[in-house]
């Protein structure tokens, strides 16, 4: 199993910055046991939404349009650990982000929530205009 625990969330305003942080634990965590990390978000109302995903092992970024160029993931292995630095943050930011973990296998897009076997519990982003 896989535990992941976000933190870093908060309320903030427009043109902001937050980071959010993802640590990552449990017997099977490895480079071996997980392929991909991700970030998606969940507004009231609105469907689950990838935010960025990163390669676990080779380090391979991907983004959604919505946060290109405002938003970047970073992992620290040594430390099972994921980033998540938003800035010039918008209204439209606002949900709850999750992170979550991908095993390997499978034929999915590193930025489908299908493919992501473990979820973290979420925090919250609130950005007021």
């Known amino acids: 199993q896989v535990q992941l625990v976000e933190s870093g969330g908060g309320l903030v305003q427009a043109g902001g910055s937050l980071r959010l942080s993802c640590a990552a634990s449990g017997r099977t965590f490895s480079s071996f046991s997980i392929r991909h990390m991700g970030w998606f978000r969940q507004a009231p109302g609105k469907e689950r939404e990838p935010v960025a995903a990163?390669?676990?092992?080779?380090?391979?970024?991907y983004y959604a349009d919505s946060v290109k160029g405002r938003f970047t993931i970073s992992r620290d292995n040594a430390k099972n650990t994921v980033y998540l630095q938003m800035n010039s943050l918008k209204s439209e930011d606002t949900a709850v982000y999750y992170c979550?973990?991908?095993?390997?296998?499978?034929?999915?897009?590193?930025?489908?929530?299908?493919?992501?076997?473990?979820w973290g519990q979420g925090t919250q982003v609130t950005v007021s205009s």
């Open positions: 979550a973990a991908a095993p390997p296998g499978g034929n999915y897009g590193p930025l489908l929530p299908s493919g992501y076997r473990y």
């Open positions: 990163i390669h676990w092992g080779s380090g391979t970024i």
